[in-house]
């Protein structure tokens, strides 16, 4: 079955509770890095619930990205 780039972003966003970049993308889902950011861009437009971990010191292809809050606890 064929399942869209943004149903492939938005589901990632969903199962990650430590975040995920842009970057990482190509290598997990297979969706361009340039297309993730523009689906992500569209997500924020279209009311989800998007957390961001390092925005604003970071390139934003590195930028951690999740639907829900980003873990960014460290257990040791």
Do not use: W
């Not at 990632?12 to 970057?23: E, H, I, P, Q």
């Not at 279209?46 to 990205?65: A, R």
């Amino acid at each position: 079955m064929f399942t869209s780039d943004k149903k492939k972003v938005k589901e990632l966003l969903v199962a990650t509770r430590f975040g995920v970049s842009a970057s990482e993308m190509p290598v997990i889902i297979g969706v361009k890095q340039e297309k993730a950011l523009a689906i992500i861009q569209a997500l924020v437009r279209e009311g989800e619930d998007i957390h961001t971990l390092g925005k604003g010191c970071n390139p934003e292809e590195l930028v951690l990205y999740s639907i829900g809050e980003i873990d960014d606890t460290i257990s040791m």
